[in-house]
């Protein structure tokens, strides 16, 4: 499967109609792949939509193995295949856990039953990329920060991807990617000596119906976050942030809120041009 260099993730929490809408513009703009995480909403069927509208390449990225049994990721996948032929690519990452090793467990196990497919495993780790790497044909690197990604790009010899928020700024969708980048530090915060005490989910469900965050304590962290957990700045400065995550890997997903955005999504063909030809 051809990739490209850059692709873009894309949610079922928008209704079904922007969902065909958002996903036949990126394939206009000449993406290849789009990405769809697990979160409270059905990833198949989002994932059945996309590919009724389009013909592009669709990557589940990734699947919780702590919290969906891989006998049940593999009958859903299956029958998307026999619908739409062998375009899918299935990323397995722990999710949420409360004991790490069973959780590696699960995902490597889930790794192995889903072979022949194309699998990637959703790692952000030493210790999950060097397992996963002996069995999937690629790592989702939960990361845009150059040293974290290359910390565990250097640990695989498979295909290499980064992952993480994007948006072409200034935009009105900033609340979104400073709530983004929180969760992905939240995952690590032990390693930068920080603590978010902030219920994140509380504040993903205050977005959702609209409702201003900029008074939470995650913003007094904005400028950190968004340097090291975000792609983001005007559409030049996104551009060098992305070339500079391709020289280290192959292939970067730009995620959540950026899809949402319109300007950013006009600008996605530029992206694209600007970072194929890296």
């Known amino acids: 499967m051809n990739f490209g260099k850059v692709s873009v993730n894309l949610n079922g929490d928008l209704n079904d109609e922007e969902l065909v809408e958002k996903a036949k513009k990126v394939e206009k703009a000449g993406v290849k792949i789009v990405w769809i995480g697990d979160f409270d909403f059905d990833p198949f069927r989002t994932a059945e939509i996309i ?3 389009t013909d592009l390449l669709i990557g589940f990225g990734v699947l919780s193995a702590s919290k969906r049994d891989c006998g049940e990721i593999i ?20 999710g949420q856990f409360r004991d790490a090793k069973d959780a590696i467990h699960r995902v490597l196990n889930c790794l192995k039953m889903l072979k022949p497919r194309m699998v990637f495993a959703g790692c952000s780790s030493p210790k999950i990329t060097r397992m996963a790497s002996e069995i999937a044909d690629g790592i989702l690197i939960n990361y845009v920060d150059p040293k974290l990604v290359e910390e565990l790009a250097s640990l695989t010899k498979g295909i290499k991807v980064s992952y993480g928020p994007c948006l072409i700024l200034p935009s009105e969708f ?3 990617l400073v709530l983004a980048s929180a969760i992905v530090l939240k995952g690590v915060e032990k390693r930068f000596g920080i603590r978010i005490e902030e219920n994140l989910e509380k504040l993903v469900e205050m977005r959702r119906k609209g409702i201003s965050i900029k008074n939470s304590e995650i913003f007094k962290l904005k400028d950190f976050l968004l340097e090291k957990f975000a792609i983001a700045g005007d559409v030049d400065l996104v551009v060098l942030k992305i070339r500079k995550l391709l020289a280290i890997c192959n292939h970067v997903v730009l995620s959540d809120p950026f899809f949402r955005d319109e300007k950013s999504l006009k600008m996605f063909s530029y992206l694209l041009r600007a970072c194929e030809k890296f």
């Not at 009958?75 to 722990?94: D, N, P, Q, T, Y």
Request: zero cysteines.
């Open 75 to 94: 009958e859903k996948v299956g029958e998307l295949e026999e619908r739409f032929g062998k375009r899918f690519v299935v990323g397995i990452g722990a």
């Open 174 to 176: 900033e609340e979104d």
């Open 51 to 53: 590919a009724e509208n």
